[in-house]
């Protein structure tokens, strides 16, 4: 199944947020998309294929185009979780991006960079390896989950926002962008 920016998802992306499911460890989403996008019906309709639940997981959306001094978009959704009482070492985040995953480390936010190997498709966005080597990080006991999209949860290659199809502001209001 297709992304709504017109990428399909990583061979592991479903297998990681159903064991996270199964086990009963929240999970969220903090992408770099457009609220637009994340909140666009085939998005939803995507991340309901790999097991994210609208009526209880997180999700974040860029706010701004407003990067830290780590050239992150994604501050404000690691500080969501540490106001709310969420331990940062307890946390666990998958990402393809260094700048997001230098940020989530100086927060004290476990970490794992996710595959890029341009070279191998089943090794673009989240592989089985990425998902143990992540949990070992917090002894398999995460208090929560954040996933990336683009390049983690999917294979990212060729990201084409222009190919949206639905930017419906009451699916954005429905779905609680903070």
């Not at 159903?18 to 991340?47: D, H, V, Y």
């Not at 930017?167 to 962008?177: G, H, Q, R, V």
């Amino acid at each position: 199944m297709k992304s709504a920016v017109g990428t399909y998802s990583s061979n592991y992306a479903r297998k990681a947020v159903m064991n996270c499911k199964a086990a009963g460890i929240p999970i969220s989403i903090a992408t770099a998309q457009p609220p637009e996008t994340l909140f666009s019906l085939n998005q939803m309709r995507f991340l309901e294929y790999l097991g994210f639940e609208t009526e209880y997981d997180y999700f974040f959306a860029r706010r701004n185009l407003n990067f830290d001094r780590f050239g992150s978009l994604k501050g404000y959704m690691f500080q969501y979780f540490i106001d709310r009482s969420f331990n940062p070492e307890k946390i666990l985040f998958f990402d393809d991006l260094q700048s997001n995953i230098n940020l989530a480390n100086a927060l004290g936010i476990k970490t794992q960079k996710v595959s890029r190997n341009q070279m191998e498709d089943d090794k673009i966005g989240i592989t089985q390896q990425d998902f143990i080597e992540g949990m070992a990080k917090v002894n398999w006991e995460p208090e929560l989950v954040i996933f990336d999209i683009d390049g983690t949860l999917t294979q990212g290659n060729n990201i084409n926002y222009s190919i949206l199809i639905d930017d419906n502001l009451e699916n954005y209001i429905k779905f609680n962008l903070l």
